[in-house]
């Protein structure tokens, strides 16, 4: 009778700790699934941000190699023509050290390029990058602007604006200028004749100065407006095939109609045979094509208007820069 009640007596205590145990080990649980789960997603975000921080420094270092490698010989002449280096090329001439991004893989060395293209008056620098996980290039007006410390660079605003004022001064001073050697002229010739005859002439200078307003001519400002031809989107790559006939490796331009094939190469080590018993090894090359259809070959059209045309430049007209 003893035995049965103080065994009565233990159970619910030892019910409780039980039941405690099991609660702060199932705590523990969920807590341990939390972080684990919340922790991958802090890692992967972490992880892109490094990503971007990568891809953008490498394309700046392509931006900065485009600076050095367009001097006065390589620009453009015509325009419309545009010139190209892929990032294989660029590595190759040593305008930069390859390089890889924050996983440590080697970008796409044909499909990451510089190209310049000639504007009436300046250029534009596109720069394009691709790498395992992203692709994005930058576009910028660029010119050979005499704040240049290259052949070409950026266009700089507030540059061009100390360089008008700069002007502007200038002007005003040959102005005031102009006007002392005139105004010392007509006192030597007042002093040379009597007032009667300064009198005379002063009228005939105004009636000069009105005819020469009323026969102002309106200066008539050149418009452009470029419309680019249109293409079909890019075929797939054909099947890898032997280069027996040693294709050239071709890029073709944004804008290019005459380029509607592309060609790149592949080459690797291969088993050709044997020879006294032996494995022969050589390289074989190969290459891919892709294709694409001219849809619009585009068009240029030049119209002549007064200065801000609003019309025009709402169709999409721009300033040459040329008057008449």
């Known amino acids: 009778m003893y035995t049965e009640e103080n065994e009565r007596g233990r159970f619910p205590l030892r019910d409780i700790l039980l039941k405690a145990i099991i609660v702060i080990i199932f705590i523990i649980l969920i807590i341990f699934v939390i972080t684990k789960l919340t922790n991958p ?15 953008s420094a490498n394309l700046e270092l392509m931006e900065d190699a485009a600076f050095n490698y367009f001097n006065k010989d390589r620009l453009p002449k ?7 280096l892929t990032l294989r090329e660029m590595v ?5 050290e390859a390089f890889t991004d924050a996983d440590g893989k080697a970008c796409d060395v044909n499909n990451s390029y510089i190209r310049l293209t000639k504007n009436d008056d300046d250029y534009t620098l596109r720069v394009n990058l691709k790498c395992s996980l992203k692709e994005d290039y930058s576009l910028q007006k660029v ?17 061009e604006k100390d360089k008008k004022e700069t002007k ?18 007509v006192n030597n010739k007042n002093n040379s004749t009597n007032s009667n005859f300064s009198s005379s002439s002063n009228n005939i200078v105004n009636n000069q100065q009105e005819s020469t307003n009323s026969n102002q001519k309106v200066t008539m400002y050149e418009y452009k407006k470029v419309v680019n031809p249109t293409f079909s989107a890019w075929s797939s790559w054909s099947s890898w095939a032997r280069n027996s006939n040693r294709y050239s490796a071709i890029k073709c331009n944004l804008y290019d109609v005459n ?66």
């Open 41 to 55: 997603i802090s890692s992967n975000k972490k992880s892109s941000s490094n990503y971007d921080k990568v891809f």
């Open 78 to 84: 015509e325009v419309g023509e545009n010139k190209e």
């Open 92 to 96: 190759n001439s040593n305008l930069l």
């Open 143 to 159: 010119g050979e602007y005499s704040y240049c410390d290259k052949t070409i660079c950026k266009k700089d605003s507030s540059k």
């Open 168 to 185: 502007k001064s200038e002007v005003t001073k040959k102005v005031d200028i102009t006007e002392d050697t005139n105004n010392e002229s």
């Open 259 to 324: 380029c509607l094939k592309e060609i790149q190469l592949y080459s690797r080590k291969e088993k050709i045979g044997t020879a006294n018993g032996k494995e022969v090894y050589a390289t074989v090359h190969y290459y891919s094509t892709r294709t694409r259809r001219l849809l619009s070959s585009g068009s240029t059209d030049i119209k002549w208007s007064t200065y801000n045309d609003a019309n025009l430049l709402n169709q999409g007209y721009i300033y040459t820069g040329n008057t008449r």
